[in-house]
Protein backbone atom coordinates (compact mmCIF):
# COMPACT_ATOMS: atom_id res chain seq x y z
CA UNK A 1 0.00 0.00 0.00
CA UNK A 2 2.95 2.21 0.68
CA UNK A 3 6.06 1.93 -0.49
CA UNK A 4 9.13 4.52 0.15
CA UNK A 5 11.72 4.67 -1.36
CA UNK A 6 14.64 6.23 -0.80
CA UNK A 7 12.94 9.33 1.11
CA UNK A 8 15.23 12.06 1.49
CA UNK A 9 14.31 16.12 2.67
CA UNK A 10 16.88 18.39 2.70
CA UNK A 11 16.09 22.22 4.38
CA UNK A 12 19.13 23.91 3.28
CA UNK A 13 22.23 22.53 4.99
CA UNK A 14 20.39 20.73 7.08
CA UNK A 15 19.38 16.81 6.59
CA UNK A 16 16.28 16.59 7.87
CA UNK A 17 15.15 12.87 6.42
CA UNK A 18 18.22 10.72 4.95
CA UNK A 19 16.97 8.24 2.83
CA UNK A 20 14.30 6.49 4.34
CA UNK A 21 12.91 3.49 2.73
CA UNK A 22 9.90 1.07 3.95
CA UNK A 23 6.90 -0.85 2.89
CA UNK A 24 3.58 -0.98 4.13
CA UNK A 25 1.21 -3.50 3.83
CA UNK A 26 -2.68 -3.44 3.45
CA UNK A 27 -4.23 -3.32 6.66
CA UNK A 28 -1.21 -3.19 8.47
CA UNK A 29 -0.84 0.08 11.67
CA UNK A 30 2.64 0.96 11.90
CA UNK A 31 4.11 3.22 14.78
CA UNK A 32 6.07 5.72 13.62
CA UNK A 33 8.53 6.22 16.70
CA UNK A 34 10.98 9.12 17.87
CA UNK A 35 11.96 11.69 19.15
CA UNK A 36 11.06 15.38 18.87
CA UNK A 37 13.17 16.29 15.42
CA UNK A 38 13.63 13.39 13.94
CA UNK A 39 12.32 13.55 10.86
CA UNK A 40 8.40 11.76 11.37
CA UNK A 41 6.47 14.69 10.34
CA UNK A 42 8.34 15.65 7.19
CA UNK A 43 8.59 11.89 6.21
CA UNK A 44 4.56 12.18 6.58
CA UNK A 45 4.43 15.36 4.72
CA UNK A 46 6.43 13.35 1.84
CA UNK A 47 4.08 11.03 2.03
CA UNK A 48 0.89 13.01 1.65
CA UNK A 49 2.58 15.24 -0.99
CA UNK A 50 2.57 18.53 1.39
CA UNK A 51 6.15 18.19 0.71
CA UNK A 52 8.21 16.91 -1.87
CA UNK A 53 11.34 14.70 -1.62
CA UNK A 54 14.27 16.23 -2.00
CA UNK A 55 15.30 12.74 -3.31
CA UNK A 56 13.66 9.28 -3.55
CA UNK A 57 9.98 8.61 -4.00
CA UNK A 58 7.55 6.91 -2.82
CA UNK A 59 4.46 4.93 -4.26
CA UNK A 60 0.73 5.34 -2.31
CA UNK A 61 -1.94 2.17 -3.49
CA UNK A 62 0.59 2.08 -6.64
CA UNK A 63 0.47 5.73 -7.69
CA UNK A 64 3.75 7.69 -8.05
CA UNK A 65 3.56 10.97 -5.90
CA UNK A 66 5.51 12.55 -8.53
CA UNK A 67 4.24 10.51 -11.41
CA UNK A 68 0.16 10.94 -10.33
CA UNK A 69 0.24 13.05 -7.46
CA UNK A 70 -3.52 13.76 -7.42
CA UNK A 71 -4.33 9.85 -7.51
CA UNK A 72 -1.65 9.76 -4.67
CA UNK A 73 -3.16 12.25 -2.68
CA UNK A 74 -6.72 11.13 -2.78
CA UNK A 75 -5.81 7.60 -1.30
CA UNK A 76 -4.71 9.34 1.27
CA UNK A 77 -6.29 10.75 4.30
CA UNK A 78 -4.26 12.74 6.52
CA UNK A 79 -4.33 14.12 10.19
CA UNK A 80 -1.57 17.06 10.76
CA UNK A 81 -0.27 17.40 14.09
CA UNK A 82 -2.51 20.50 14.02
CA UNK A 83 -6.05 19.22 12.51
CA UNK A 84 -7.10 21.70 8.92
CA UNK A 85 -10.38 22.56 10.64
CA UNK A 86 -11.66 26.27 9.60
CA UNK A 87 -13.34 27.76 12.63
CA UNK A 88 -15.75 29.51 11.48
CA UNK A 89 -17.57 26.51 9.74
CA UNK A 90 -19.84 24.11 11.05
CA UNK A 91 -19.03 20.71 11.62
CA UNK A 92 -21.61 19.14 8.94
CA UNK A 93 -20.55 21.93 6.28
CA UNK A 94 -16.94 21.45 6.90
CA UNK A 95 -16.82 18.03 6.81
CA UNK A 96 -19.18 18.37 3.22
CA UNK A 97 -16.37 20.77 1.82
CA UNK A 98 -13.76 18.17 2.41
CA UNK A 99 -15.44 15.16 0.76
CA UNK A 100 -15.72 17.76 -2.33
CA UNK A 101 -12.24 18.51 -2.74
CA UNK A 102 -11.37 14.71 -2.18
CA UNK A 103 -13.29 13.73 -5.14
CA UNK A 104 -16.41 11.90 -3.33
CA UNK A 105 -19.03 11.57 -6.07
CA UNK A 106 -21.96 13.76 -5.34
CA UNK A 107 -24.28 11.12 -5.06
CA UNK A 108 -22.13 9.70 -2.59
CA UNK A 109 -21.32 12.73 -0.22
CA UNK A 110 -23.96 12.20 1.71
CA UNK A 111 -23.54 8.79 2.66
CA UNK A 112 -19.56 9.65 3.23
CA UNK A 113 -20.54 12.21 5.21
CA UNK A 114 -22.87 10.71 7.43
CA UNK A 115 -20.47 7.39 8.09
CA UNK A 116 -16.97 9.84 8.66
CA UNK A 117 -19.91 11.49 11.57
CA UNK A 118 -21.14 8.37 13.01
CA UNK A 119 -17.46 6.50 13.19
CA UNK A 120 -16.17 9.55 15.08
CA UNK A 121 -19.24 9.87 16.83
CA UNK A 122 -19.84 13.40 15.96
CA UNK A 123 -23.36 13.21 15.58
CA UNK A 124 -24.38 15.42 18.28
CA UNK A 125 -22.40 18.27 17.11
CA UNK A 126 -23.01 18.06 13.54
CA UNK A 127 -24.40 21.81 13.60
CA UNK A 128 -22.22 23.38 15.85
CA UNK A 129 -19.42 25.77 14.88
CA UNK A 130 -16.23 24.32 14.44
CA UNK A 131 -14.14 27.19 16.48
CA UNK A 132 -16.30 26.39 19.74
CA UNK A 133 -15.72 22.53 20.02
CA UNK A 134 -13.77 21.30 22.69
CA UNK A 135 -10.07 20.05 21.76
CA UNK A 136 -11.31 16.69 21.81
CA UNK A 137 -14.50 17.28 19.17
CA UNK A 138 -11.87 18.90 17.14
CA UNK A 139 -9.13 16.36 17.05
CA UNK A 140 -12.03 13.62 16.31
CA UNK A 141 -13.07 16.47 13.41
CA UNK A 142 -9.62 16.51 12.38
CA UNK A 143 -9.87 12.43 12.20
CA UNK A 144 -13.04 12.50 10.34
CA UNK A 145 -11.49 14.59 7.63
CA UNK A 146 -9.12 12.09 7.36
CA UNK A 147 -11.43 9.53 6.52
CA UNK A 148 -14.14 11.22 5.48
CA UNK A 149 -13.33 10.32 1.34
CA UNK A 150 -12.57 6.42 2.66
CA UNK A 151 -8.93 6.47 1.65
CA UNK A 152 -7.27 2.99 1.34
CA UNK A 153 -4.22 5.14 3.42
CA UNK A 154 -4.15 6.76 6.89
CA UNK A 155 -1.31 8.83 7.33
CA UNK A 156 -2.14 10.39 11.15
CA UNK A 157 0.84 12.62 13.29
CA UNK A 158 0.31 12.34 16.56
CA UNK A 159 -3.39 11.54 16.63
CA UNK A 160 -4.22 11.66 20.22
CA UNK A 161 -1.40 14.83 21.59
CA UNK A 162 -3.27 16.99 23.88
CA UNK A 163 -6.53 14.70 24.56
CA UNK A 164 -7.58 13.86 28.24
CA UNK A 165 -7.17 9.36 29.02
CA UNK A 166 -11.08 9.09 27.82
CA UNK A 167 -10.67 10.44 24.71
CA UNK A 168 -6.96 8.97 23.89
CA UNK A 169 -9.02 5.68 24.30
CA UNK A 170 -11.86 6.54 21.81
CA UNK A 171 -9.39 7.83 19.26
CA UNK A 172 -7.08 4.53 19.98
CA UNK A 173 -10.35 2.37 19.51
CA UNK A 174 -11.61 4.25 16.61
CA UNK A 175 -8.00 3.55 14.78
CA UNK A 176 -7.51 -0.05 15.24
CA UNK A 177 -11.30 -0.51 14.20
CA UNK A 178 -10.50 0.98 10.98
CA UNK A 179 -7.43 -1.43 10.63
CA UNK A 180 -8.85 -4.30 11.23
CA UNK A 181 -11.84 -2.86 8.87
CA UNK A 182 -14.54 -3.38 11.33
CA UNK A 183 -17.17 -0.95 9.39
CA UNK A 184 -16.15 -0.42 5.68
CA UNK A 185 -12.87 -1.13 3.66
CA UNK A 186 -9.86 -2.00 5.31
CA UNK A 187 -7.71 1.08 5.78
CA UNK A 188 -3.50 0.92 6.01
CA UNK A 189 -2.40 2.89 8.88
CA UNK A 190 0.85 4.98 9.52
CA UNK A 191 0.90 7.07 12.58
CA UNK A 192 3.37 9.16 14.57
CA UNK A 193 3.72 9.11 18.18
CA UNK A 194 6.10 9.32 21.25
CA UNK A 195 3.73 7.36 23.37
CA UNK A 196 5.07 3.75 24.06
CA UNK A 197 1.94 2.67 25.16
CA UNK A 198 0.09 4.11 21.95
CA UNK A 199 1.98 1.96 20.04
CA UNK A 200 1.83 -1.35 22.34
CA UNK A 201 -1.56 -0.72 22.08
CA UNK A 202 -2.55 0.05 18.32
CA UNK A 203 0.54 -0.97 16.20
CA UNK A 204 1.61 -4.62 14.96
CA UNK A 205 5.11 -2.94 13.68
CA UNK A 206 7.14 -0.04 14.71
CA UNK A 207 9.50 2.19 12.52
CA UNK A 208 12.33 3.87 14.81
CA UNK A 209 13.53 7.02 13.01
CA UNK A 210 16.12 8.94 14.36
CA UNK A 211 17.88 11.92 13.46
CA UNK A 212 16.33 11.93 10.06
CA UNK A 213 17.26 7.89 9.46
CA UNK A 214 15.27 4.95 10.05
CA UNK A 215 17.34 2.75 13.11
CA UNK A 216 14.21 -0.27 13.62
CA UNK A 217 11.99 -1.54 10.75
CA UNK A 218 10.24 -4.57 13.33
CA UNK A 219 6.80 -6.50 14.77
CA UNK A 220 6.21 -5.27 17.82
CA UNK A 221 6.46 -8.75 18.56
CA UNK A 222 10.17 -9.04 17.72
CA UNK A 223 10.98 -6.12 19.57
CA UNK A 224 9.34 -7.04 22.72
CA UNK A 225 10.61 -10.77 22.63
CA UNK A 226 12.30 -11.41 25.73
CA UNK A 227 10.76 -9.19 27.81
CA UNK A 228 12.22 -6.04 26.38
CA UNK A 229 10.26 -3.10 26.87
CA UNK A 230 10.01 -0.28 24.00
CA UNK A 231 10.99 2.05 26.21
CA UNK A 232 14.46 0.82 26.64
CA UNK A 233 14.51 0.35 22.76
CA UNK A 234 13.74 3.45 22.23
CA UNK A 235 16.35 5.30 24.77
CA UNK A 236 18.65 2.63 23.21
CA UNK A 237 18.11 3.51 19.40
CA UNK A 238 18.11 7.61 20.04
CA UNK A 239 20.85 8.13 22.70
CA UNK A 240 23.16 5.16 21.92
CA UNK A 241 23.07 4.07 25.43
CA UNK A 242 20.61 1.19 26.74
CA UNK A 243 18.39 3.12 29.49
CA UNK A 244 20.32 1.93 32.71
CA UNK A 245 17.41 0.95 34.94
CA UNK A 246 15.55 -0.95 32.29
CA UNK A 247 18.58 -2.96 31.08
CA UNK A 248 19.79 -3.63 34.68
CA UNK A 249 16.13 -5.25 35.77
CA UNK A 250 15.65 -6.66 32.52
CA UNK A 251 18.74 -8.16 30.97
CA UNK A 252 18.27 -9.67 27.41
CA UNK A 253 16.61 -13.06 27.72
CA UNK A 254 16.09 -13.09 31.56
CA UNK A 255 12.20 -13.20 31.68
CA UNK B 1 -9.77 23.02 -12.49
CA UNK B 2 -12.41 20.91 -11.62
CA UNK B 3 -12.52 22.09 -7.99
CA UNK B 4 -12.45 25.95 -8.80
CA UNK B 5 -15.88 26.66 -7.77
CA UNK B 6 -15.84 24.18 -4.53
CA UNK B 7 -12.74 26.37 -3.33
CA UNK B 8 -14.75 29.66 -4.24
CA UNK B 9 -18.18 28.86 -2.87
CA UNK B 10 -16.15 28.04 0.61
CA UNK B 11 -14.46 31.49 0.43
CA UNK B 12 -17.69 33.17 -0.07
CA UNK B 13 -19.62 31.08 2.38
CA UNK B 14 -17.00 31.74 5.34
CA UNK B 15 -16.86 35.67 4.62
CA UNK B 16 -20.94 35.43 4.75
CA UNK B 17 -20.67 33.00 8.46
CA UNK B 18 -18.57 35.75 9.86
CA UNK B 19 -19.95 39.70 10.81
CA UNK B 20 -17.04 40.77 8.37
CA UNK B 21 -19.12 40.57 4.65
CA UNK B 22 -22.10 42.03 6.72
CA UNK B 23 -19.37 45.02 7.99
CA UNK B 24 -18.35 45.95 4.74
CA UNK B 25 -21.89 45.82 2.98
CA UNK B 26 -23.20 47.80 5.43
CA UNK B 27 -20.00 50.46 5.72
CA UNK B 28 -20.24 50.17 1.64
CA UNK B 29 -23.34 50.78 1.13
CA UNK B 30 -23.44 53.64 3.91
CA UNK B 31 -20.18 55.28 2.46
CA UNK B 32 -21.44 55.07 -1.44
CA UNK B 33 -25.28 56.16 -0.32
CA UNK B 34 -23.13 59.28 1.55
CA UNK B 35 -21.02 60.38 -1.87
CA UNK B 36 -23.99 60.09 -4.21
CA UNK B 37 -25.97 62.43 -2.13
CA UNK B 38 -23.14 64.74 -1.42
CA UNK B 39 -23.11 64.43 -5.26
CA UNK B 40 -25.91 64.85 -6.03
CA UNK B 41 -25.86 68.23 -4.22
CA UNK B 42 -23.14 69.21 -5.27
CA UNK B 43 -24.26 68.94 -9.10
CA UNK B 44 -27.26 70.89 -8.21
CA UNK B 45 -25.67 73.41 -6.96
CA UNK B 46 -23.54 73.81 -9.45
CA UNK B 47 -26.77 73.79 -12.23
CA UNK B 48 -28.08 76.74 -10.33
CA UNK B 49 -25.37 78.68 -9.98
CA UNK B 50 -24.75 78.45 -13.74
CA UNK B 51 -28.49 79.26 -14.07
CA UNK B 52 -27.99 82.28 -11.93
CA UNK B 53 -25.01 83.13 -13.85
CA UNK B 54 -27.05 82.40 -16.97
CA UNK B 55 -23.66 80.85 -18.27
CA UNK B 56 -25.87 78.22 -20.92
CA UNK B 57 -22.93 77.46 -22.75
CA UNK B 58 -21.73 75.74 -19.72
CA UNK B 59 -24.73 74.26 -18.30
CA UNK B 60 -24.73 72.85 -22.14
CA UNK B 61 -21.83 71.20 -21.39
CA UNK B 62 -23.08 69.95 -18.00
CA UNK B 63 -24.24 66.61 -17.96
CA UNK B 64 -24.92 63.88 -15.51
CA UNK B 65 -22.64 61.16 -16.80
CA UNK B 66 -19.21 63.71 -16.45
CA UNK B 67 -20.15 65.51 -14.03
CA UNK B 68 -21.81 63.42 -11.13
CA UNK B 69 -21.37 59.73 -12.19
CA UNK B 70 -17.93 59.51 -13.30
CA UNK B 71 -17.10 61.60 -9.65
CA UNK B 72 -18.95 59.10 -8.08
CA UNK B 73 -17.47 56.03 -9.61
CA UNK B 74 -13.72 57.92 -8.67
CA UNK B 75 -14.63 58.20 -5.25
CA UNK B 76 -16.18 54.62 -5.10
CA UNK B 77 -12.88 52.94 -6.56
CA UNK B 78 -11.21 55.07 -3.50
CA UNK B 79 -14.02 53.46 -1.05
CA UNK B 80 -12.40 50.14 -2.25
CA UNK B 81 -9.07 50.78 -1.77
CA UNK B 82 -9.77 49.96 2.20
CA UNK B 83 -12.37 47.56 1.96
CA UNK B 84 -10.95 45.09 -0.89
CA UNK B 85 -7.87 44.65 1.32
CA UNK B 86 -10.20 43.86 4.54
CA UNK B 87 -11.59 41.10 2.44
CA UNK B 88 -8.93 39.68 0.97
CA UNK B 89 -6.44 40.10 4.35
CA UNK B 90 -6.90 36.58 5.52
CA UNK B 91 -7.99 34.99 2.29
CA UNK B 92 -4.51 32.74 2.46
CA UNK B 93 -2.93 34.08 5.45
CA UNK B 94 -5.79 32.48 7.83
CA UNK B 95 -4.98 29.08 5.65
CA UNK B 96 -1.65 28.94 7.40
CA UNK B 97 -2.49 29.95 10.77
CA UNK B 98 -5.25 27.55 10.73
CA UNK B 99 -3.10 24.90 9.65
CA UNK B 100 -6.01 24.19 6.67
CA UNK B 101 -3.04 24.89 4.25
CA UNK B 102 -1.78 21.41 4.68
CA UNK B 103 -5.59 20.09 3.86
CA UNK B 104 -5.73 21.98 0.42
CA UNK B 105 -2.36 20.97 -0.37
CA UNK B 106 -2.73 16.83 0.54
CA UNK B 107 -6.05 16.88 -1.36
CA UNK B 108 -5.84 16.04 -5.43
CA UNK B 109 -6.17 19.67 -5.94
CA UNK B 110 -3.90 21.60 -8.01
CA UNK B 111 -2.37 24.96 -6.89
CA UNK B 112 -4.85 27.13 -9.81
CA UNK B 113 -7.63 25.58 -7.96
CA UNK B 114 -6.69 26.78 -4.81
CA UNK B 115 -5.98 30.14 -6.21
CA UNK B 116 -8.55 30.73 -8.84
CA UNK B 117 -10.94 29.50 -6.70
CA UNK B 118 -9.71 31.98 -3.84
CA UNK B 119 -9.56 34.62 -6.15
CA UNK B 120 -12.89 34.19 -7.69
CA UNK B 121 -14.40 33.63 -4.05
CA UNK B 122 -13.37 37.19 -3.04
CA UNK B 123 -14.20 39.01 -6.78
CA UNK B 124 -17.74 37.32 -6.58
CA UNK B 125 -18.19 39.45 -2.96
CA UNK B 126 -16.72 42.32 -5.16
CA UNK B 127 -18.89 42.19 -7.67
CA UNK B 128 -21.65 42.18 -4.97
CA UNK B 129 -20.32 45.84 -4.02
CA UNK B 130 -20.26 47.09 -7.51
CA UNK B 131 -24.06 46.06 -7.57
CA UNK B 132 -24.59 48.24 -4.95
CA UNK B 133 -22.86 51.02 -6.77
CA UNK B 134 -25.54 50.46 -9.89
CA UNK B 135 -28.28 50.92 -7.69
CA UNK B 136 -27.36 54.64 -7.22
CA UNK B 137 -27.10 55.98 -11.20
CA UNK B 138 -29.73 53.62 -11.67
CA UNK B 139 -32.17 55.85 -9.71
CA UNK B 140 -30.46 58.90 -12.26
CA UNK B 141 -32.70 57.25 -14.98
CA UNK B 142 -35.49 57.40 -12.91
CA UNK B 143 -35.20 61.08 -12.12
CA UNK B 144 -33.07 62.10 -15.58
CA UNK B 145 -31.79 61.03 -18.46
CA UNK B 146 -27.64 60.00 -18.54
CA UNK B 147 -26.13 57.97 -21.23
CA UNK B 148 -26.37 54.51 -20.72
CA UNK B 149 -23.22 53.49 -22.59
CA UNK B 150 -21.36 55.64 -20.71
CA UNK B 151 -22.94 54.87 -16.60
CA UNK B 152 -22.05 50.89 -17.74
CA UNK B 153 -18.68 51.51 -19.31
CA UNK B 154 -17.84 52.90 -15.67
CA UNK B 155 -19.78 50.33 -13.92
CA UNK B 156 -17.20 48.34 -15.82
CA UNK B 157 -14.21 50.41 -14.67
CA UNK B 158 -15.42 50.02 -11.02
CA UNK B 159 -15.70 46.39 -11.51
CA UNK B 160 -12.19 45.75 -12.83
CA UNK B 161 -10.54 48.37 -10.45
CA UNK B 162 -12.25 46.16 -7.87
CA UNK B 163 -11.40 42.45 -9.20
CA UNK B 164 -7.51 43.76 -9.53
CA UNK B 165 -7.94 45.23 -6.14
CA UNK B 166 -8.78 41.58 -5.18
CA UNK B 167 -5.76 39.73 -7.04
CA UNK B 168 -3.82 42.38 -5.53
CA UNK B 169 -5.27 41.60 -1.98
CA UNK B 170 -4.68 37.83 -2.70
CA UNK B 171 -0.98 38.33 -3.59
CA UNK B 172 -0.47 40.12 -0.63
CA UNK B 173 -2.25 37.98 1.88
CA UNK B 174 -0.39 34.62 -0.37
CA UNK B 175 3.02 36.13 1.28
CA UNK B 176 1.84 36.49 4.92
CA UNK B 177 0.71 34.42 7.91
CA UNK B 178 -0.78 37.76 9.32
CA UNK B 179 -4.22 38.93 8.63
CA UNK B 180 -3.00 42.26 9.75
CA UNK B 181 0.08 42.05 7.69
CA UNK B 182 -1.76 40.94 4.58
CA UNK B 183 -3.93 44.25 4.88
CA UNK B 184 -0.95 46.88 5.38
CA UNK B 185 0.80 44.92 1.53
CA UNK B 186 -2.19 44.98 0.04
CA UNK B 187 -3.02 49.01 1.31
CA UNK B 188 0.27 49.79 0.16
CA UNK B 189 0.88 48.11 -2.91
CA UNK B 190 -2.85 50.08 -3.91
CA UNK B 191 -1.50 53.47 -2.43
CA UNK B 192 1.45 52.92 -4.87
CA UNK B 193 -0.70 52.32 -7.83
CA UNK B 194 -2.74 55.38 -7.57
CA UNK B 195 -0.13 57.59 -6.30
CA UNK B 196 2.14 56.13 -9.74
CA UNK B 197 1.04 58.83 -12.04
CA UNK B 198 2.09 61.77 -9.89
CA UNK B 199 5.46 59.83 -9.83
CA UNK B 200 5.65 59.89 -13.15
CA UNK B 201 5.13 63.52 -13.50
CA UNK B 202 7.81 64.32 -11.42
CA UNK B 203 9.18 63.59 -14.74
CA UNK B 204 12.74 63.54 -12.96
CA UNK B 205 13.31 59.54 -14.53
CA UNK B 206 13.54 60.15 -17.94
CA UNK B 207 11.10 60.95 -20.65
CA UNK B 208 14.44 59.51 -22.34
CA UNK B 209 14.22 56.13 -21.53
CA UNK B 210 9.85 56.77 -21.37
CA UNK B 211 9.85 55.61 -17.94
CA UNK B 212 7.66 57.99 -16.82
CA UNK B 213 5.28 56.60 -19.44
CA UNK B 214 5.68 53.28 -18.46
CA UNK B 215 4.76 54.17 -15.25
CA UNK B 216 1.43 55.73 -16.34
CA UNK B 217 0.70 52.70 -17.66
CA UNK B 218 0.99 50.65 -15.13
CA UNK B 219 -1.71 53.31 -12.83
CA UNK B 220 -5.17 51.76 -12.41
CA UNK B 221 -6.56 55.49 -12.44
CA UNK B 222 -5.54 55.91 -15.80
CA UNK B 223 -7.26 53.05 -17.51
CA UNK B 224 -10.18 53.62 -15.31
CA UNK B 225 -10.33 57.04 -16.43
CA UNK B 226 -11.14 56.06 -19.85
CA UNK B 227 -13.50 53.48 -18.86
CA UNK B 228 -15.35 57.09 -17.33
CA UNK B 229 -15.39 58.93 -20.00
CA UNK B 230 -16.98 56.24 -21.81
CA UNK B 231 -14.35 54.61 -24.16
CA UNK B 232 -13.78 51.19 -24.02
CA UNK B 233 -10.17 50.20 -25.54
CA UNK B 234 -8.98 46.82 -25.55
CA UNK B 235 -5.78 48.31 -24.38
CA UNK B 236 -7.28 49.28 -20.77
CA UNK B 237 -9.44 46.18 -20.93
CA UNK B 238 -6.04 44.01 -21.54
CA UNK B 239 -4.37 46.39 -18.44
CA UNK B 240 -7.04 44.84 -16.16
CA UNK B 241 -6.20 41.76 -17.46
CA UNK B 242 -2.56 41.92 -17.55
CA UNK B 243 -2.76 42.63 -13.77
CA UNK B 244 -4.76 39.97 -12.38
CA UNK B 245 -2.60 37.54 -14.57
CA UNK B 246 0.55 38.51 -12.93
CA UNK B 247 -0.95 38.75 -9.67
CA UNK B 248 -2.23 35.31 -10.05
CA UNK B 249 0.75 33.93 -11.14
CA UNK B 250 2.93 35.83 -8.35
CA UNK B 251 -0.01 34.43 -5.71
CA UNK B 252 0.45 30.51 -7.27
CA UNK B 253 4.30 31.06 -6.54
CA UNK B 254 3.47 31.80 -3.27
CA UNK B 255 1.52 29.06 -2.30
CA UNK B 256 3.44 26.64 -3.93
CA UNK B 257 6.54 28.32 -2.43
CA UNK B 258 6.01 26.14 0.26
CA UNK B 259 6.74 23.19 -1.68
CA UNK B 260 10.08 24.24 -2.37
CA UNK B 261 11.33 24.57 0.76
Known amino acids: ?255 | MRHVGSVAGRELRSLFVSPVAYGVLSLFSVLAGLFFILGVAAFDTWVRQLMQFQAFDQLKDLNLNDHLIANFYDTVSVVLLFLVPGITMGIFASEKTNGTQELLLTSPLTIWDIVLGKFLGAAAFVTLLVAIVAAFPALLFVYGDPELGKTASGLLGVLLVGWTYAAIGCFASSITRSQVVGFLIAFVLLLCLLLLPAISDLGVMGDTVGLGASLRWLATGEHFQQLLKGLVDTSDLAYFAVMIGSMLLLTKAAVESVRWR
Open chain 1, 1 to 255: MIEARALTKRYGEVLAVDSVSFTVERGEVVGFLGPNGAGKTTTMRMLTGFVPPTDGSARIAGHDIFEEPLEARRAVGYLPETPPLYPEMTVTSYLRYVAKIKDVPRAKRKEALERALERCALKDVRTRVIGTLSKGFRQRVGLAQAIVHDPPVLILDEPTVGLDPVQIGEIRGLIRELASGGSGGQHTVILSTHIMAEVSAICRRVILINEGRKTVDATLEELTRGGRSLESLFARETSGVEATATSASAPEGAR
